[in-house]
């Protein structure tokens, strides 16, 4: 997949806004969503959110875990652990650019855009260490890894590795299986 994709998922993701117009159920297909009555909170999914902001039609409620003493929280315990922390959503990355980009009422927007960018540094060095050590153990002649578990990481962030990830794993193979011709074979011992 490619990330413009991914975003287009997260996309779908349900966000509270605050609308300032009235309007029936709106029926879409994926469900439905309203009524809107000015200024009851109501729960729409974040393309709608977006577009109804850029047409000045509601005020976005950013989520919770966006709030940026959860964000410093979170960063602290993704440096501190070895293992990756659970992600407050499952898209944090892409929600929280669509709804920094699009909204203008983001408590403390530029701390917020910079923890989450570091979040993402973080994450994102250790999956590189952890994909490092894995290759490392495989290439150093130690018996083949069967299986590898990495737990609570994002698409996005599955994404960044995957190509990196499959054609270093398949280099490693053409490189064993060299490696057992070179051994079996007589002319070489």
């Known amino acids: 997949m490619e990330p413009a994709q991914i975003e287009f998922i997260a996309e779908k993701e349900p966000i509270e806004i605050v609308p300032n117009f009235t309007e029936d159920k709106i029926y879409l297909i994926s469900g439905e969503v309203g009524p809107f009555q000015p200024q009851i909170p109501v729960t729409v999914p974040l393309w709608l959110a ?7 039609k509601c005020r976005i409620v950013t989520p919770e875990w966006m709030d940026v003493d959860v964000l410093k929280d979170w960063k602290a ?22 709804i920094l980009g699009a909204s203008n009422e983001v408590k403390n927007a530029d701390e917020t855009r910079t923890l989450i960018k570091d979040i993402w540094d973080v994450r994102s060095a250790k999956l590189r260490k952890n994909i490092n050590k894995m290759i490392s153990h495989d290439a150093g002649g130690g018996r083949p890894l069967a299986h590898v578990k990495i737990n609570n990481i994002t698409v996005m962030e599955l994404n960044t590795i995957r190509r990196f990830f499959t054609a270093s794993l398949d280099h490693l193979h053409n490189l064993r299986n060299h490696a057992e011709i070179v051994l079996n074979d007589p002319r070489y011992n």
């Open 77 to 98: 315990e993704e440096i501190e652990g070895q293992l990756f922390s659970k992600p407050p959503h499952p898209h944090f990355l892409e929600v929280s650019n669509l």
């Open 50 to 56: 977006i577009n109804l902001k850029q047409r000045q």
